[in-house]
């Protein structure tokens, strides 16, 4: 009977070290997202520039208008003037492009996507360091033959997700 208790207890012995080597060897796992720089404290959002040939001049607007509302929502990082923050988010739409995303039969498109792609660059400007840069795409969906008060409610939608987007790779992305 004394036998069938030693495996239990190597087991135990070997689980307890285990554990012992994890803790002294410095090992740490976050299940957290990382944070801001400690250092930036503040964050420029400079009018979002259009290159994507779309032709709609409220597009560059409807973006900055929602990249500010994030920002001072989520107060990571507080908004400021370029020459008095700690930090720069500029952004570009590179696209913007429009196709059937639900066909019925007969080949009758039932509902159209948008998809807007936008490049970000986020800089440290006290280290005058690049700190991440990347390209982003979302999209909004309206129904198929849809004017055009539906089809800027896709676009909406789209610049809604890329803030949200934006945002996270921002102040959580590290």
Same mark, same amino acid.
Request: charged share 20%; hydrophobic share 40%; net charge neutral.
């Given at each position: 009977?004394?036998?069938?208790?030693?495996?239990?207890?190597?087991?135990?012995?070997?689980?307890?070290?285990?554990?012992?080597?994890?803790?002294?060897?410095?090992?740490?796992?976050?299940?957290?997202?990382?944070?801001?720089?400690?250092?930036?404290?503040?964050?420029?959002?400079?009018?979002?520039?259009?290159?994507?040939?779309? &032709? =709609?001049?409220?597009?560059?607007?409807?973006? !900055?208008? +929602?990249?500010?509302?994030?920002?001072?929502?989520?107060?990571? @990082? #507080?908004?400021?003037?370029?020459?008095?923050?700690?930090?720069?988010?500029?952004?570009?739409?590179?696209?913007?492009?429009?196709?059937?995303?639900?066909?019925?039969?007969?080949?009758?498109?039932?509902?159209?996507?948008?998809?807007?792609?936008?490049?970000?660059?986020?800089?440290?400007?006290?280290?005058?360091?690049?700190?991440?840069?990347?390209?982003?795409?979302?999209? &909004? =969906?309206?129904?198929?033959?849809?004017?055009? !008060?539906? +089809?800027?409610?896709?676009?909406?939608?789209?610049?809604?997700? @890329? #803030?949200?987007?934006?945002?996270?790779?921002?102040?959580?992305?590290?």
């Amino acid at each position: 009977m004394y036998n069938r208790f030693v495996p239990l207890g190597v087991i135990f012995l070997l689980v307890l070290t285990g554990t012992a080597v994890l803790a002294i060897s410095g090992c740490r796992y976050s299940f957290s997202g990382g944070s801001v720089p400690p250092n930036l404290k503040t964050i420029a959002i400079p009018i979002v520039q259009d290159q994507s040939g779309y &032709g =709609d001049p409220s597009l560059k607007d409807t973006f !900055t208008e +929602r990249l500010v509302e994030s920002f001072t929502s989520d107060g990571s @990082l #507080t908004l400021a003037e370029r020459n008095f923050s700690d930090s720069v988010l500029e952004t570009v739409v590179t696209g913007v492009r429009e196709f059937a995303s639900v066909v019925q039969p007969g080949e009758q498109v039932a509902q159209r996507r948008i998809t807007v792609t936008a490049r970000v660059k986020f800089t440290d400007t006290k280290q005058r360091k690049l700190l991440w840069e990347k390209e982003f795409n979302q999209w &909004g =969906d309206f129904p198929s033959g849809a004017g055009a !008060t539906q +089809r800027n409610e896709g676009i909406r939608e789209a610049i809604r997700k @890329l #803030t949200e987007d934006i945002l996270n790779q921002t102040v959580a992305g590290w």
